[in-house]
């Protein structure tokens, strides 16, 4: 849209009646702080001094019903609105590329009900997600949806990238522990999907909105299944020759137990983070596996886990590896022990099942560093399932091009050969992070005629495309 | 111009979300810049050519420095090291929030934030071995308190001075425009007075100046020659001594660690012995002792009284979801902050209060 002054102060009071002169700010501050994401691109441009890409307008809407109102007048003007949670995200999601609005729901914070009959909670999308599991374990429930992003991110951010946690293997990514959302179109319409996902009534609306990214609507409340604390959790780590190894008895765990941790990683990873983090000295293939539940259940489970190790030749490392990992879980990602700027990384996840796995990381490792000298590469599969694994491939590049112009250029060509190499061999364009503005552009490779689907769903509830715009290849 | 160890931290927490879920003031009003990634952000940002103006200032001063991010960062970073610096920029470009500009001209005017004549207090003595550091918060907003304590050292037969014109600790004017010369003397002028009056033991009733003046003082070579104790750790040794023996009472109540006592100084138990040894049944709130979500401060209250007010509901919000109705505090502060917004079926107490009662 294009507006002069005296147009930009009718729409600010225009937004100003529906949530308040308090909760619109065009302050420079702002602007420039909700320019800047976890996106490698936002934080490198922002590192070179570069202005972020910057709204207009932030709003801070504290209901579903003012949010309808900021649509219906978004769509009127033809104004894009970006939805944004905690920031955190990876994919550049929430960045406001189109300009516009940027709708933090961080006030739409609050609990609405603890359900312990049924076991669920349900709470406004903006809280921290690390506050609802904190309002479980007050009761002695957790969510079980524990990523690395817990503190981070808020509930709708892991709904809107399909988010996932470390106890995944066992209870699930957020699309299965998700029951029920309230949801305001971009038309302006609140709806709610079905009281309960299970049921032989069309397809899970839910599934259609989760892992929508803002471009479809803005999920505003959401319902979630609580667990009962593990009366026993038992962590073990192994050592294999290689990651071979590791993915054949990875594979045989899951297709006969349900373990709540299991975590692979590459002889590259061993050797690097690992042994950085939780001292394991051994070259080869860590695995770090976690069972949990009743104890009796849980003892029997983990003699059936050191069998299928040693078939594979692998070592029992014991369980204080295991736990020392899971003490240092969030301490990876710390600054002075994450990657940073000015290194130039990436993390490529991708998902497949276990006959196209193994050739997805070789594929995606060969193409990388044949391709980029000077790029290093490592990987682990950190979420499980019956069928096949996901790989959390990252590139690493210590010295890219100082010019932030060919530093994205570059940036976007090893993006592109890394996951291109995983799509040609049968993985998913990304498991966990999300497209956002970072994948964009390859949705319409994975998908083929596909896309189709969700450009119709795209056409027909946000016919203005003011949703979030240039995210999720819509 | 910020300084290298600045600079370092900057750096750090610019690009990092990990403690974003502690900030008191950003959980409560949900601004992405009321998280301490933000203020980083924008203060390597003028790093890089941003100018530094009266709205990235302002920003600077939407914040408790309560401490919640540096408790939790695990590789050392501490955002209230360039908050306050930043702040000190503000002062030196002319750049403060107006209600900033008016606590200092308080503060330069009568020696504390209110910017009234302080109300004087006598001791049992005019010299004794223990001298109560009243502070500016209870001797000015809660005299209920400073009587309390006063008949509980009295009670225990505990001979105590106060300074006839007690000085201000700096602690106030340090939050306010960083820690410069200005505030080094006005610590200076009050170790001093502390000094002349020749006591061997500091009783400090305000943990925001306890921590002061065992932690900055020190640093800014203004001794004190005498031991400094939270007003909280002497009362709970005068019970442990047998020299209090409080009746019981019966009731549950819960308590808010403030953060400067609980992060800072590291001390939860003794507040907790005292609740203890009047056999009131504590539920804690789920945050608690170094966890503990911070409800504001008087100062914050005094330049931005609709942020004090948020960070208030916030802690309440806690203390609401225990079954105690009655928070039990000890700060001058949070009796101040939290006492302005109690909610209709909740009351909150003064633990000197409540303990003199029962003594």
């Known amino acids: ?474 | 111009m910020m300084s290298q160890n600045s600079k370092k931290h900057t750096e750090a927490c610019r690009f990092c979300w990990m403690c974003r879920h502690l900030c008191p003031v950003g959980l409560t009003t949900g601004r992405e810049v009321n998280t301490p990634r933000a203020k980083a952000l924008l203060l390597s940002m003028v790093d890089r050519g941003e100018k530094f103006d009266k709205d990235i200032a302002q920003a600077m001063y939407e914040c408790v420095l309560c401490g919640s991010c540096t408790n939790d960062c695990v590789t050392g970073f501490d955002p209230t090291i360039f908050i306050r610096e930043a702040r000190t920029m503000a002062a030196v470009e002319d750049l403060l929030p107006k209600a900033v500009e008016e606590i200092i001209t308080n503060i330069s005017n009568t020696g504390n934030i209110y910017g009234v004549q302080k109300p004087k207090y006598t001791g049992t003595a005019a010299k004794a071995e223990v001298l109560l550091y009243i502070g500016e918060v209870a001797a000015c907003k809660q005299p209920t308190l400073v009587t309390a304590i006063m008949s509980l050292l009295k009670k225990a037969d505990i001979p105590f001075t106060v300074l006839e014109e007690e000085p201000a600790s700096a602690t106030f004017l340090g939050d306010l425009i960083g820690f410069v010369e200005e505030v080094r003397i006005q610590a200076k002028d009050c170790a001093n007075a502390i000094n002349t009056s020749g006591a061997k033991t500091v009783v400090v009733l305000d943990s925001y100046e306890a921590t002061t003046m065992k932690q900055r003082y020190p640093e800014w070579n203004c001794t004190i020659n005498a031991d400094v104790v939270t007003a909280t750790s002497f009362i709970a040794g005068l019970i442990e001594e047998g020299k209090l023996v409080p009746k019981k009472i019966t009731g549950e109540v819960t308590y808010h660690d403030d953060s400067r006592l609980a992060r800072d100084l590291d001390e939860h138990e003794p507040v907790r012995n005292i609740i203890k040894a009047m056999g009131l049944n504590l539920q804690e709130m789920f945050l608690n002792r170094r966890m503990a979500k911070c409800c504001g401060s008087e100062l914050l209250k005094a330049y931005a009284p609709e942020l004090a007010a948020l960070t208030a509901e916030g802690r309440w919000e806690d203390v609401n979801r225990t079954t105690a109705d009655t928070l039990v505090v000890v700060s001058p502060q949070v009796m101040n902050v939290m006492g302005a917004k109690v909610p209709s079926a909740k009351q909150i107490k003064d633990l000197y209060v409540l303990l003199d009662q029962a003594c």
Not at chain 1, 127 to 138: K, R
Not at chain 1, 259 to 269: K, N, T
Not at chain 1, 285 to 293: I, K, Q, R, V, Y
Not at chain 1, 418 to 424: D, F, K, S, W
Request: proline letters at 5%; hydrophobic letters at 40%; aromatic letters at 10%.
């Open chain 1, 1 to 474: 849209m294009k507006c002069n002054a005296f147009m930009n102060d009718m729409v600010r009071s225009e937004l100003e009646d529906i949530v308040g002169v308090e909760h619109v700010s065009t302050r420079e501050s702002d602007k420039i702080t909700y320019g800047v994401d976890y996106f490698w691109i936002s934080r490198m441009w922002a590192d070179k001094g570069q202005r972020p890409p910057q709204a207009d307008y932030i709003l801070h809407p504290g209901t579903a019903q003012e949010i309808s109102k900021i649509l219906k007048v978004a769509n009127y003007y033809k104004i894009p609105v970006h939805t944004w949670g905690g920031g955190s995200g990876s994919q550049g999601g929430a960045l406001p590329m189109a300009g516009g609005i940027i709708l933090d729901m961080k006030r739409m914070n609050k609990l609405i009900e603890f359900d312990e009959e049924s076991r669920t909670i349900t709470a406004e999308t903006g809280m921290i997600f690390q506050q609802l599991e904190w309002l479980a374990n007050e009761h002695g429930y957790s969510t079980m949806h524990i990523p690395s992003c817990l503190t981070c991110g808020t509930i709708g951010g892991a709904l809107a990238h399909r988010g996932i946690g470390i106890m995944s293997t066992k209870y699930g990514k957020i699309d299965d522990m998700c029951i029920n959302m309230e949801i305001v179109l971009p038309n302006g319409d609140i709806m709610n999907t079905l009281p309960v996902p299970k049921h032989a009534a069309g397809p899970d609306l839910n599934q259609i909105f989760i892992g929508s990214e803002g471009t479809l609507g803005i999920i505003t409340k959401a319902t979630f299944k609580l667990f009962e604390q593990p009366e026993n959790r038992q962590f073990r780590g192994f050592m294999f020759p290689n990651m071979t190894a590791g993915l054949s008895a990875g594979r045989d765990i899951m297709q006969k137990l349900k373990p709540s941790i299991l975590r692979l990683y590459d002889e590259a990873e061993t050797i690097s983070i690992i042994k950085k983090i939780i001292g394991v000295e051994k070259k080869g293939s860590f695995m770090n596996l976690a069972l949990e539940g009743d104890k009796r259940i849980v003892d029997i489970e983990m003699e059936i886990v050191r069998d299928i190790v040693a078939k594979y030749d692998g070592e029992d490392m014991g369980f204080e590896y295991g736990e020392k990992w899971y003490e240092n879980r969030i301490t990876f990602f710390y600054p002075g022990n994450i990657m940073e700027i000015p290194q130039m990384f990436g993390t490529m996840d991708t998902v497949a099942d276990f006959k196209n796995i193994e050739k997805i990381y070789w594929a995606m490792k060969n193409a990388i560093e044949s391709n980029f000298p000077g790029v290093r590469f490592i990987a682990h599969c950190s979420h499980w399932y019956e069928w096949g694994t996901m790989i959390y491939d990252r590139f690493i590049m210590d010295n890219p091009p100082q010019d932030p112009e060919e530093a994205i250029r570059l940036h976007n060509q090893i993006w592109n050969t890394g996951v291109r190499a995983a799509m040609e061999n049968g993985g998913v364009i990304n498991d966990h992070h999300g497209i956002g503005l970072k994948l964009s552009r390859l949705m319409k490779e994975q998908y083929g005629p596909a896309m189709q689907v969700l450009e119709g769903l795209k056409k027909t509830l946000d016919p203005n495309g003011i949703m979030n715009p240039y995210k999720l290849g819509l």
